[in-house]
Nanobody, 112 residues
């Protein structure tokens, strides 16, 4: 129901764009978001979008952009100026009061 893609290996300062394709009903969730989990750490929110409103964690502000393509039922995370500390598995999430869906994750590795 949520299919994430776009991860990979990139050098520090590089860019990647993650995509998360959702089924129609899930894409209609109240909010879509991207989370990440670094080795040995808890999963954390990176960015979220609900309608035209977006939320970013301080550590990605000015570098990452979350957006949606309603025609493709897809949510994107454009990542620029990547840093080694951005390394982790990135998960997309769709949330409503009664439901919570997770994609399978895509690995992002940033080398120094």
């Amino acid at each position: 129901q949520l299919q994430a893609s776009g991860g990979g290996l990139v050098q520090a300062g590089g860019s990647l764009r993650l995509s998360c394709a959702a089924s129609g009903s899930i894409f209609s969730s109240d909010a879509m978001g991207w989370y990440r989990q670094a080795p040995g750490k808890q999963r954390e929110l990176v960015a979220a979008i609900s309608g035209r409103s977006t939320v970013y964690r301080d550590f990605v502000k000015g570098r990452f952009t979350i957006s949606t393509d309603n025609a493709k039922n897809t949510v994107y995370l454009q990542m620029k100026n990547l840093k080694p500390e951005d390394t982790g598995v990135y998960y997309c999430n769709a949330a409503s009061p009664a439901d919570d869906y997770w994609g399978q994750g895509t690995q992002v590795t940033v080398s120094s």
